[in-house]
């Protein structure tokens, strides 16, 4: 599939994930976040400058679904691609322990960032939404791993290339 067809592709399916199972979850209780686990992944895969696009073109997407402040996702995940897509060059990304941590902190600052929003002024939320953000994390980095696992071995070849190593001339 050409990258830009893929691109519009995967914003759509996590729109429609969000929009309806990932929802009717959410109300009980299961918090996935699939902006920021697809904005790793992708960022993951094509490197800071298409993560970045696509961090700033799904949230934007996501901010019009919702019907709240512009650009309240696509900040956050247009610089959560950016920084994912630069380290992407350094790290071995077809290593579990590594995609969990991406998640993971991608998942806290979405969640953290998305909370602050929610507050309305008043403190009076801030253990409930912390603990929120919290299983969201946590719950999103196991879920997430494991899908790019299941994923990894359904392809039966690594999902993603291998950091690129520059040569140094002595």
Known sequence: MRPLGSF???VIVALLLRSTALSSLATRGIILDALAFVTVVWALRHGDAWGASFGFF???????DAAHW??????????LGYAVGRLSGTLVRDSART???LV???????????????????F???????????MATLLTAATGTLLLAVLRRIMGRPLFRNASRTATKD
């Open 70 to 79: 512009l650009g309240r996702h696509a900040l956050l995940l247009t610089l």
């Open 104 to 122: 993971a902190c991608g998942v806290l600052a979405h969640q953290l960032w998305a909370s602050t929003f929610e507050l309305g002024g008043g």
């Open 58 to 64: 799904l949230g934007l997407m996501a901010d019009l």
């Open 124 to 134: 009076v939320g801030i253990p409930f939404l912390l603990g929120r953000s919290l």
């Open 8 to 10: 519009f592709l995967m």
């Open 99 to 101: 995609q969990f941590a």
